[in-house]
Nanobody, 124 residues
Framework: QVQLVESGGGLVQAGGSLRLSCAAS????????MGWFRQAPGKEREFVAA????????YYADSVKGRFTISRDNAKNTVYLQMNSLKPEDTAVYYCAAVDHYSGLRSPEQYNYWGQGTQVTVSS
């Protein structure tokens, strides 16, 4: 059974940085796509970043491109989201997601495993 556990959220001032972690277990993830999504109060869940676990390519929402970086550590079976130059509009619950047979990477409906989420709050 796939389990995804996020950590690393918190409160940070605008311009600051946070690194989110997603510890994955229950499968060999080399053929999985891994994504980060976020959901602010009253808004729909939106795509942030994604990568194929074993691939080199990374994909980002325009709103975070150049500020956020998705990466993975094979030895720790963990995916990271490094978030720099944070803005108040980045405030949301951030979710890690995984899918084993992917046809796309940017829609929540394309993922079938989800973590519980971690809160990120950016103060102005």
């Amino acid at each position: 059974q796939v389990q995804l556990v996020e950590s690393g959220g918190g409160l940070v001032q605008a311009g600051g940085s946070l690194r989110l972690s997603c510890a994955a277990s229950g499968r060999t993830f080399s053929n999985y796509a891994m994504g980060w999504f976020r959901q602010a109060p009253g808004k729909e869940r939106e795509f942030v970043a994604a990568k194929i676990w074993s691939g080199a390519n990374t994909y980002y929402a325009d709103s975070v491109k150049g500020r956020f970086t998705i990466s993975r550590d094979n030895a720790k079976n963990t995916v990271y989201l490094q978030m720099n130059s944070l803005k108040p509009e980045d405030t949301a619950v951030y979710y890690c997601a995984a899918v084993d047979h992917y046809s796309g990477l940017r829609s929540p409906e394309q993922y079938n495993y989800w973590g519980q989420g971690t809160q990120v709050t950016v103060s102005s």
